[in-house]
């Protein structure tokens, strides 16, 4: 941690032991008491074991809390996340007490909550932690260890070469630039606190101990070992029978597997084994680290018209920062004939119970039938099972998962191109969607960050587009603030998305930063007008005078992301007080715009003669509407956003639910290196495979044409008589 860090950390201790101090002064103002105790060292508890040499380091730090502690009435211990909820816990145990106490007393006199006046306090701390944040960004002091004065840090320094005002332009234009070159490799370092670091927080069981307090271990434990999809008491002592043959299965915390020779065990860190997970001595995919050549073939693909030499050189400088992996079956036979059996019941002769008899005898982990019938199943109404499917899903990859992988945006990259990967990332889009149907919005926010981080630049399936719901919902305006300013959003007009602007917007509001919210939404305006217009008019029913240059039917992409942000307008957007605020200022924003033109991106004003061709050969557009924005719209399901996206979309392009528009090649060299779902399929196998089924459904006609001739001639007797 930095210096500035901890001095953040300091202040903030400072802020909330004043607030807390405050607080209970007003408490027991009847009851003065006085203790001598000795000030906690906050730095002290970030490394337990050098107490020794901490007591040494930090006893200036020491002698002036001590000064500061006489000026406070009675001093204020701080306390850690699990005292303050035992304590919040304890409180609300005395009231409830107390309020019984009241209803047998007859007692109609309230009480002052005091839960509700200190999260009031905790919440005015929240919003002025959250205002210091761009002053913090922007100090370069830290503190030298060798004396107690304040010097300048080389590394903070260089952070400020990150920060991006919101007045500047961005320049960047994936249309015209495949290679990202505005985005140097040097910035993944700083783009790390953006992902996922802490795996814990992908359970979602955390996010529940949080929200209910009077969740037992036990109770936890219990909702672990249930199994997953419905299952009969005889297949489960089956199960039962075969762990015993399999060492290393499950263990104390159900997270050991057998994987590698000798059934090596190995931790899983995304998910719990289930108790109708049948046991394997092994998994079904790998993970392999890409090779130079790999890498090469990648990059040909996405830049085809760079030369070699040119790639090779850029490599050189990102194998130094990042490590890039595909998934790929580890018994290429075994992996066939289950592709080819899941090619014939979904594309060839959709079959949705051969589907589900595919995962529940043959092949229980194979992913694509899992992801498939999982989504059969919402559409069935059936939500009992999905959770149960995709975990089963992610824990396929999560076997396969290196010891050494976080997602930190550099350690694990999966390029799209590879099948395998493709349905790592679906199976975590369809996951994310399920915990926010169970209620973990805070848990499905960091399986955001997971999935951002696997391809920050490529963003295959536009974690840009739906990420700012779950942090607004989960009130995590910081994290936005902070996004705001980085390169991550500002490197190229495609990743200044019309969600994280207007979340930015939302995020300085809610903190009473009303100045530099009305600047974002004058940003806002700025790269979306057409979308702000049309959710104006659309969402707050007003009216926009000389528009009509921005009618949003010109501007398919703009109309995509207007249609999703709106399809989930009102769960954040609520209170009056916020609606009026953007009505009120997109007002004034459109009557400025009357006079003034240069408030917009000039090719919103552009004639229809004037506008660029489209490019050729980026694998990274459709048309003119980038294609992981396509992706997410597909993946959303929402009717009005589906609605929205071209015709000539769903008629021109491969948009199966397994692989929502798989990348395409770029040259004849590409062809061979794109995986899709027929790169494991042999075309004499799935010959084969056809013929036996059309076999068996003659045989089927037959039958039935036999059954029902001796039924028409049993009713001609019948008559006869």
């Known amino acids: 941690m930095s210096s500035r860090a901890l001095r953040k950390l300091q202040n903030d201790d400072d802020l909330l032991a004043s607030i807390l101090a405050s607080k209970e002064a007003k408490i027991k103002q009847s009851k003065p008491v006085v203790k001598e105790t000795t000030p906690i060292n906050r730095f002290a508890m970030m490394n ?13 730090i020491q002698d002036n809390e001590k000064k500061q ?97 919101s007045h500047e332009k961005i320049t960047g234009d994936i249309e015209t630039d495949t290679t990202f070159e505005k985005f140097p490799i040097k910035f993944l370092r700083h783009a790390e606190k953006f992902f996922n670091t802490d795996f814990r927080k992908l359970d979602p069981h955390s996010e529940f101990k949080l929200l209910f307090d009077d969740i037992s271990p036990e109770l936890l434990e219990d909702i672990d070992s249930v199994t997953s999809t419905s299952i009969s008491p ?11 043959l399999v060492r290393n299965w499950g263990g104390k915390n159900r997270r050991s597997v057998p994987n590698g020779p000798g059934g090596a065990p190995h931790t899983l860190k995304l998910t719990k084994i289930r108790e109708d997970w049948i046991p394997t001595p092994r998994g079904e995919l790998g993970m392999k680290l890409l090779g130079n050549d790999d890498l090469i073939d990648w990059q040909l693909w996405q830049r085809p018209t760079d030369w070699k030499d040119v790639i090779e050189q850029d490599l050189k400088k990102w194998k130094k920062v990042i490590s890039f992996y595909k998934f790929e079956p580890l018994d290429d036979d075994i992996n066939r004939k289950a592709i080819t059996e899941f090619y014939l019941s979904v594309i060839v002769h959709p079959d949705h119970e051969a589907l589900i008899s595919l995962i529940s005898s043959k092949y229980p982990y ?51 191109i590879y099948f395998y990967n493709r349905q790592f990332y679906l199976a975590i889009f369809r996951y994310i969607l399920a915990l926010a149907q169970r209620g973990a919005i805070t848990t499905a926010a960091e399986w955001c960050k997971v999935l951002w981080s696997l391809s920050p630049l490529e963003d295959p399936l536009g974690c840009r587009y739906f990420i700012d719901h779950y942090l607004l919902l989960n009130t995590d305006y910081s994290y936005v603030i902070e996004l ?36 974002e939404l004058q940003k806002c305006f700025y790269y ?24 949003i039917t010109k501007f ?15 769960a954040i957007w609520k209170e009056v007080v916020d609606i009026n605020f953007l009505i009120d200022e997109i007002s004034i924003i459109l009557k400025s715009f009357e006079n003034d033109k240069s408030l917009i991106d000039p090719k919103f004003l552009l004639d229809d003669d004037e506008i660029p061709d489209e490019t050729d050969e980026n694998p990274f557009f459709i048309g003119d509407i980038p294609i992981n924005l396509l992706r997410f719209a597909i993946l959303s399901e929402e009717s009005s956003v589906m609605a929205s996206i071209p ?37 004499r196998d799935l010959a084969s495979s056809q013929a036996m089924l059309l076999q068996d459904e003659d045989m089927l006609n037959q039958i039935r044409q036999l059954s029902l001739q001796q039924y028409i001639a049993q009713n001609e007797t019948n008559n006869e008589e």
């Open 484 to 519: 705001s300013k980085s390169p991550l959003m500002n490197s190229y007009k495609q990743w200044y998305t019309f969600g994280l602007s207007l979340a930015t917007v939302y995020s300085y509001f809610k903190i009473d930063e009303f100045g530099k919210a009305k600047n």
């Open 69 to 165: 502690s006489t000026e406070i009435a009675e001093p204020v211990k701080l306390m850690t996340k699990s005292q303050r909820r035992r304590q919040q816990k304890k409180k609300k145990q005395q009231k409830q007490q107390q309020k019984k106490k009241q209803e047998e007393s007859g007692s109609d006199l309230e009480q002052p909550s005091e839960d509700e006046e200190l999260d009031k306090l905790l919440q005015e701390f929240k919003k002025k932690d959250i205002k210091n944040l761009s002053k913090l960004a922007n100090a370069d002091l830290a503190m030298d260890s060798d004396s107690d004065f304040v010097t300048a840090s080389e590394s903070e320094q260089d952070d400020d070469e990150y920060l991006i005002e």
């Open 556 to 570: 398919p992409s703009e109309l995509i992301e207007a249609k999703a942000y709106m399809s989930r307008f009102s």
């Open 647 to 683: 015709s000539n979309i769903w008629s021109d392009c491969e948009v199966y639910e397994f692989d929502v528009l798989p990348p395409t090649p770029t040259s004849k060299e590409s062809r061979d290196i794109i995986e899709t779902v027929k790169s494991f399929i042999d075309d």
């Open 48 to 60: 337990d074991d050098d107490s020794e040499s901490d007591d040494t380091d930090n006893s200036s």
């Open 366 to 416: 194979h992913v694509p039938a899992l992801l498939q019938v999982a989504l059969i199943m919402i559409r069935q109404g059936d939500r009992s099972n999905t959770n149960g499917l995709l975990q089963r899903a992610l824990f396929v990859f999560d076997r396969a998962l290196k010891a050494t992988i976080n997602f930190d945006g550099a350690s694990c990259q999966l390029p799209y």
């Open 528 to 551: 979306h007008a057409p979308a702000l217009v049309y959710l104006f008019q659309e969402k707050l029913a007003g009216t926009a005078m000389h528009t009509e240059k921005l009618d």
């Open 234 to 244: 005889q297949q489960l002592k089956q199960i039962q029978r075969m762990k015993r």
